[in-house]
């Protein structure tokens, strides 16, 4: 049982989770993604849209590359759940809602929601108040990746079936882990069943943005330091490449933002469009 006190949802996950909910309120049609369960789960005060990281403006490339990396990550678990993969493992979870979004797909699937203990039981309670409950299919699955622990332990203990593949993937956690806890947690997943897939994304230092992007990521890292969430790794691709080689993982590579904002966001009218700054590892096993 979690100690009441540390029961709270992680301020970063509630952003992100805001970020989505705001594309689908204040972007024009189409929308890149839908999700607004992660604000009914997050319940913020009446004028949550008034926040200053909200301001849809000045925070508009934050919140439309929130929503590509979301839709980029969906895109590719329905493909390999189309391919027969069964399991699907989502690290550093938050405020995540495939489970609840799209729940024709995920009763194909087994999802391992994985993060740390406080944060996942309050969401374990507000799914239930919401009515959401936990399904089967759904495993949460307590963990603290910088605790020297084997999250795969946990993982099976929670019904992962280490002989068959799985999807896994990792949005906005990178950037708050040492190199060595990313490392440790790539080396692990290197031992997957073949046919696995893991999808990554980390930021970037700042020399590689466009020039236009380097204030925000400044002031999105004052506002991290500030509310205790720091970012503390950043990797250039080629770093990233090496660590997942080192890690095991031969196969591997880099997709770009930028990829992503070609893919999902080309013939906007609005102009919405990602700021630079994360890209992705997406590695095969
Ligand atoms: C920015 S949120 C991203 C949430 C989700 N992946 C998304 O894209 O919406 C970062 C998540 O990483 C989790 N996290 C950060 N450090 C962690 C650690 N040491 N162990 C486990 N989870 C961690 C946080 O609790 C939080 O849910």
């Known amino acids: 049982m979690a100690d009441q006190r540390t029961e709270a949802p992680d301020s970063t996950a509630v952003r992100v989770a805001l970020w989505r909910a705001m594309h689908v309120q204040v972007d024009s049609p189409p929308h890149v993604f839908e999700d607004e369960i992660g604000l009914r789960l997050a319940a913020p005060d009446d004028g949550w849209r008034r926040r200053p990281d909200m301001d849809p403006l000045t925070t508009s490339g934050f919140r439309a590359a929130v929503v590509a990396r979301a ?19 989502v690290l550093g979870a938050g405020l995540d809602t495939f489970a609840q979004r799209r729940p024709e797909i995920a009763s194909r699937l087994r999802v391992f929601e994985v993060d740390r203990p406080g944060p996942q039981a309050w969401k374990r309670r507000r799914l239930i108040e919401l009515g959401h409950g936990i399904p089967d299919g759904l495993r949460l699955v307590p963990v603290d990746f910088e605790a020297d ?8 203990a929670a019904g ?40 990554m994304t980390f930021l970037l230092p700042t020399e590689l943005l466009d020039d236009a992007d380097r204030p925000g990521l400044q002031a999105s890292e004052e506002g991290a330091r500030a509310s205790g969430t720091p970012f503390v790794s950043f990797y250039t691709p080629q770093e990233m490449l090496a660590l997942a080689q080192e890690a095991g993982l031969a196969d591997a590579r880099h997709v770009p933002g930028s990829l992503l904002a070609e893919r999902y966001f080309a013939d906007r009218a609005d102009g919405l ?13």
């Not at 839709?71 to 493992?89: C, K, P, S, T």
């Open 71 to 89: 839709r980029f990550i969906e895109d590719l678990v329905v493909e390999q759940a189309g391919q027969g993969v069964d399991q699907y493992v």
């Open 149 to 156: 622990e084997s999250w795969t332990e946990r993982l099976i």
């Open 273 to 285: 469009r990602p700021s630079s700054g994360e890209d992705l590892l997406l590695a095969t096993i």
């Open 160 to 199: 992962f079936d280490p002989a068959r593949p799985a999807v896994v993937v990792s949005t906005g956690v990178t950037m708050y882990l040492t190199r060595d806890a990313t490392a440790a947690t790539l080396g692990r997943i290197a031992s997957f069943a073949p046919g696995s897939t893991l999808a």
